[in-house]
Nanobody, 118 residues
Framework: QVQFVESGGGLVQPGGSLRLSCKAT???????????MGWYRQVPGKERELVGT???????NYTDSVKGRFTISRDNSRKTLYLQMNSLKPEDTAVYYC?????????WGQGTQVTISS
């Protein structure tokens, strides 16, 4: 069964950094390589928010609140998606989800908690 497994969440102080990883297992290579992937986040009581996306050519887009601080990258050889988060702020606290959108199926990671607090 296809899995998209997240890791790297945790507790960090304001101004710190975290790197989230999302590794695909049992996924056909072309599915990982040729589809857009993204990161989302969600806090209690609010809708899931798009953080940013990365295309198959590695072009990326970000929501305004994270521009200049977050970077999305992908390693096709390892079938892994990354989210590098720098200069973290308390308002970045959320559960973060990775996603890959195919023409037929959307796969989601299980979610990982990121908490920024002093």
């Amino acid at each position: 069964q296809v899995q998209f497994v997240e890791s790297g969440g945790g507790l960090v102080q304001p101004g710190g950094s975290l790197r989230l990883s999302c590794k695909a297992t049992r996924m056909i290579t072309s599915v990982f390589n040729f589809n857009t992937m993204g990161w989302y986040r969600q806090v209690p009581g609010k809708e899931r928010e798009l953080v940013g996306t990365i295309g198959r050519g590695s072009s990326s887009n970000y929501t305004d609140s994270v521009k200049g601080r977050f970077t999305i990258s992908r390693d096709n050889s390892r079938k892994t998606l990354y989210l590098q988060m720098n200069s973290l702020k308390p308002e970045d606290t959320a559960v973060y989800y990775c996603q890959i959108q195919t023409p037929y199926v959307t796969y989601w990671g299980q979610g990982t908690q990121v908490t920024i607090s002093s």
